[in-house]
T-cell receptor, first 109, second 115 residues
Framework: DAKTTQPPSMDCAEGRAANLPCNHS???????VYWYRQIHSQGPQYIIH???NNETNEMASLIITEDRKSSTLILPHATLRDTAVYYC??????????FGAGTRLTVKP | DAGVIQSPRHEVTEMGQEVTLRCKPI?????LFWYRQTMMRGLELLIY????????DSGMPEDRFSAKMPNASFSTLKIQPSEPRDSAVYFC?????????????FGPGTRLTVL
C-alpha cells in the first residue's frame, strides 16, 4: 500500500514542461511528499520533497494543492535524459518510504 | 562528494552459496537502509539501521537473510544459502536522520543472479 496513485505512463516532447500528477488523498498532516526517479538500471535519485508549500530546486518544482490531497512534479524543460520512472511517495514514518509502481515518463525528440 | 558506495555491482552465484553484499554510506549519515527491487514486487525495504543499530527488520524475507552494521561507515547484507528467487537488484541508501524531512540517498545497487 503505497498511499499514492500515479498514471502508469506519460510522454513529453523534448524541451517542453513535463507535469507528473500524484494523488495522495489519505495523507496526514505531518507527512511529507517525496519525489524520486529511477533511470534504467540505476539507483533511485532524489528529486524534491515538500510538506505544505510549493518547492523548487535546480531539478524541478513541486506543487502541492491546498488540501494536500494531490501534487504535481514539474520538470520545466524536459530532456531525453529525463526519461525515467518517477515515484511519488508519502512518508509513513521517518524511515518508511513505500515505493509504488510510479509513472514511466518518456521524453521524445 | 562520494555518494553511497555498493559492491560488488554484479554478482552471479549458484544456488546454495553464500552471498555478501557491501555498502558504504555517505559520510556523516546516521541511518542506513537496504532495499530489494524485483519486477514482481517493485522496491521493498528490507532493514533499517539507525546509529549502527537495527531498528526495523520486518522486511527481511526469511532467516536466510542477515544484515550487520559494525560501524558507521560499513554495512553488509548476507544471504546464506542463496536461492534463485533471491535474484534481484539490492540497493543501499543512507540519510541523516534529524527530522521528518530527512532524505534518503541511494547507491547504484548490486544486481544479484542466483543460478
Amino acid at each position: 500500500d503505497a498511499k499514492t496513485t500515479q498514471p502508469p505512463s506519460m510522454d513529453c516532447a523534448e524541451g517542453r514542461a513535463a507535469n507528473l500528477p500524484c494523488n495522495h488523498s489519505t495523507i496526514s498532516g505531518n507527512e511529507y511528499v517525496y519525489w524520486y526517479r529511477q533511470i534504467h538500471s540505476q539507483g533511485p535519485q532524489y528529486i524534491i520533497h515538500g510538506l505544505k508549500n510549493n518547492e523548487t530546486n535546480e531539478m524541478a518544482s513541486l506543487i502541492i494543492t491546498e488540501d494536500r490531497k494531490s501534487s504535481t512534479l514539474i520538470l520545466p524543460h524536459a530532456t531525453l535524459r529525463d526519461t525515467a520512472v518517477y515515484y511519488c511517495i508519502v512518508r509513513l514514518g521517518v524511515h518508511d518510504m513505500r515505493f509504488g509502481a510510479g509513472t514511466r515518463l518518456t521524453v521524445k525528440p | 562528494d562520494a555518494g553511497v558506495i555498493q559492491s560488488p555491482r554484479h554478482e552471479v552465484t549458484e544456488m546454495g552459496q553464500e552471498v555478501t553484499l557491501r555498502c558504504k554510506p555517505i559520510s556523516g549519515h546516521n541511518s542506513l537502509f537496504w532495499y530489494r527491487q524485483t519486477m514482481m514486487r517493485g522496491l521493498e525495504l528490507l532493514i533499517y539501521f539507525n546509529n549502527n543499530v537495527p531498528i526495523d527488520d520486518s522486511g527481511m524475507p526469511e532467516d536466510r537473510f542477515s544484515a550487520k552494521m559494525p560501524n558507521a561507515s560499513f554495512s553488509t547484507l548476507k544471504i546464506q544459502p542463496s536461492e534463485p528467487r533471491d535474484s534481484a537488484v539490492y540497493f543501499c541508501a543512507s540519510s541523516l536522520e534529524g527530522g521528518r524531512g530527512d532524505t534518503q540517498y541511494f547507491g547504484p545497487g548490486t544486481r544479484l543472479t542466483v543460478l
